[in-house]
Every structure is written in structure tokens, then in C-alpha cells.
Nanobody, 125 residues
Framework: VQLQASGGGSVQAGGSLRLSCAAS????????MGWFRQAPGKEREFVAA????????RYADSVKGRFTISRDNDKNTVYLLMSSLKPEDTAVYYC???????????????????WGQGTLVTVSS
């Protein structure tokens, strides 16, 4: 499966952005999906994940209450709505697919098999 992340851009602190992750080659409906991010000079870190049905979501503590992950299996797309953005949210955001379709989404990189190319989010103060 090929994953294409989009929707990144520059925004002021307090603003919102919605990232999209579109898939081609396979349907995403049976996969657990995740979003990770990597800031300059830092390790890639978990942001949010959603299981195949959309019934279970998980969030990093740093984004809980501000970010919302969702999916539209008919459109083969996963979304990350980011609100109340902070400068520390600045990073390249990556979407990833877990082919095992874990009922409870994983929060580590090793849980995911396929990665998109990333989209840059820049939050200015």
C-alpha cells in the first residue's frame, strides 16, 4: 500500500489544520492506522492511532484533547484534525499502516509496516 500524507502548512499558535492520509494500492479498511511526527533533531514520536473499525483511538499525552484522529474507509483516507496548535507541534507528520489490524492500536514505530512520505506542519508563536 502507498500512503500519501497531505494538509500540512504554516499556522499561528492556536490555529488548526487537518491532515489527510490517502491510500492507494490496497484498501485501508482492515488496517489500524497511526500518525507519528518528527521534529528537527528529535526522534520520531507517536501522535495518534485508530483501529480498523474506528472504535478505538489512542493519543499521545501531549496532544490529547487537542488532536482528533478519524477515518473514512469509503474514501480510503485517515485524518488528523489538529486544534489549539502550539509551536512545539512543529514537525514532519507521517501516517502509517499496521497490516495486522490490531484491535488496540500500537503506539510504537515497530507496530507499523508501511509509512507515507510526511507532511510538514509549522506553528509560529
Amino acid at each position: 500500500v502507498q500512503l500519501q500524507a497531505s494538509g500540512g502548512g504554516s499556522v499561528q499558535a492556536g490555529g488548526s489544520l487537518r491532515l489527510s492520509c490517502a491510500a492507494s494500492g490496497r484498501t485501508l479498511s482492515s488496517y489500524t492506522m497511526g500518525w507519528f511526527r518528527q521534529a528537527p533533531g528529535k526522534e520520531r514520536e507517536f501522535v495518534a492511532a485508530i483501529n480498523w473499525s474506528g472504535g478505538i483511538t489512542r493519543y499521545a499525552d501531549s496532544v490529547k484533547g487537542r488532536f482528533t484522529i478519524s477515518r473514512d474507509n469509503d474514501k480510503n483516507t485517515v485524518y488528523l484534525l489538529m486544534s489549539s496548535l502550539k509551536p512545539e507541534d512543529t514537525a514532519v507528520y507521517y501516517c502509517a499502516a499496521d497490516f495486522k489490524g490490531r484491535f488496540t492500536p500500537g503506539t510504537t514505530r515497530i507496530s507499523y509496516n508501511s509509512w507515507g512520505q510526511g507532511t510538514l506542519v509549522t506553528v509560529s508563536s
